[in-house]
């Protein structure tokens, strides 16, 4: 035994060549769709792809899904279902030339080719375009792998010829049995390392839905360990820093924006909070959740609460001016300001109607009465005749129609009866009940 090999945890997962053996993910991938673990709503019996391989079929496809779910895994055992040769590329590093060159092989070969394209979604237009016709004609069949929305990122050509089938995130019952068999199988620890629950429970935990990850923390766990059982302390070593699903620009951002603001709009301070410290725990700025704030107080809160626009302003100027980490505490307090406020959004839906008025009455003239008349021409025009100065009247109030003649008696603001704006409504409704009454308007 050479001094190298003396010192290896798993001497037997070593080549004949004496080169480190892969990595434990991919030693333990699944040979057959029934050893896969996970996606039962593409893979149990009478479902999607389960489907088309008792047809015998294997159309160009997409697979969505988070990493680690099984994408590649999947895409290779369809290809040997049905039979195919398999040949895959990553949109990372393949570009034009790479992709002709498996379609000039696919056409010399007899029988059917699968082209695997991992992050399919990193192809740029023009590579898209390159492909749409060796799919079209099926000198190809195309099987996408992606964690990015395809109805964004896959030209709508080449998506309109896939079928697209959505992988979930796995779960941790899902992810401690891969870890379990990972721990027996002669293809992963052959059962050298002991592992209990608690540790094979910490591991799925940490793993966050990504099979992948699961099995790296393992064999990272093993190592520490070395001959001993691998504890739930080796596991936290291995895990580290927990690395969250996200990217700034991309989809998940979006949901997690998206269901940050629908907790707010929800009145669920709980959720608001959670949703936030996602985005903040993955990086996001800091500000992006500030700028929201401000933009909820008016839209969502509105005058139903008039101190809630000052409130998302100033922590806004407050997470400027402080930073991370402390300029989180003034966001916190706006958040659940917010979210417990009462809310209307009678405002913003006034600007919208005022908007589609715009639209379709077009350019009206300001009427006579509201216009300055700063020179003797305009004086004798008409311009501000009949003007009543409203701080003259005796409740500042005059009834008088100020819209465009076309407009008639359009009401744009109805507000609601929440809140401080109770109170605004019963005063409104007053003020249009006497203009009815006393200009007639």
């Known amino acids: ?47 999607g792809l389960r489907a088309l391989m008792r047809a015998g079929a294997l159309p160009s496809l997409i697979l969505w899904g988070p990493p680690g779910s099984g994408k590649t895994t999947i895409a290779r055992l369809l290809a040997e279902e049905v039979g195919a040769h398999f040949e895959a590329l990553s949109a990372v590093t393949a570009g034009v030339k790479e992709i002709r060159a498996v379609v000039d092989r696919a056409a010399r070969q007899r029988g059917h080719t699968v082209l695997f394209l991992d992050e399919i979604h990193r192809l740029n237009r023009a590579q898209q375009d390159t492909l749409l016709p060796h799919v079209e004609r099926g000198t190809v069949t195309l099987i996408g792998a992606t ?10 050509p080449l998506l309109s010829r896939c079928r697209v089938y959505v992988l979930e995130r796995l779960g941790e019952e899902d992810l401690a049995a891969i870890v379990q068999r990972a721990a027996a199988d002669p293809r992963g620890l052959g059962g050298r390392a002991a592992i209990g629950d608690a540790a094979i429970a910490a591991i799925a935990h940490a793993a966050d839905g990504d099979a992948r990850r699961a099995l790296g923390i393992l064999e990272t766990a093993a190592a520490i360990a070395g001959d001993g059982e691998i504890a739930p302390e080796a596991v936290r070593e291995a895990v580290g820093r927990r690395t969250l699903v996200h990217d700034r620009d991309r989809e998940e951002h979006y949901n997690l924006a998206s269901a940050f603001i629908k907790s707010l709009r929800a009145s669920d301070p709980d959720a608001a909070l959670y949703y936030a410290a996602r985005l903040l725990a993955a990086g996001d700025d800091l500000l992006f959740l500030a700028r929201r704030l401000v933009i909820f107080a008016s839209e969502d809160v509105g005058n139903a609460d008039p101190a809630a626009l000052g409130i998302a302003t ?27 406020a009462p809310k209307s959004n009678a405002a913003y839906r006034a600007l919208g109607r005022a908007l589609e008025a715009v639209e379709q009455h077009g350019s009206q003239p300001v009427p006579l009465h509201l216009r300055n008349a700063p020179t003797r021409l305009m004086e004798h025009l008409g311009y501000g005749r009949d003007y009543t100065y409203p701080h003259d009247a005796s409740d500042a109030f005059v009834a008088r129609n100020n819209l465009p003649e076309a407009l008639g008696k359009a009401i744009f603001y109805e507000p609601t009866r929440t809140g401080a704006e109770a109170a605004v409504a019963e005063r409104l409704a007053a003020w249009r009940q006497r203009k009815e009454k006393e200009s007639g308007c």
């Open 1 to 47: 035994m050479s001094p190298d090999e003396s010192l290896d945890l798993f001497p037997s997962e070593r080549s004949a060549r004496g080169a480190p053996a892969a990595p434990l993910a991919e030693r333990m991938r699944p040979r057959r769709l029934d050893e896969m673990i996970g996606q039962p709503q593409l893979l149990a019996p009478g479902a």
């Open 147 to 156: 964690t990015e929305n395809p109805s964004f990122e896959v030209i709508a």
């Open 314 to 340: 100033a922590a806004y100027l407050a997470a400027e001016r402080v930073g991370l980490p402390e300029g989180r505490i003034p966001i916190a307090q706006a958040i659940t300001y917010l979210a417990c």
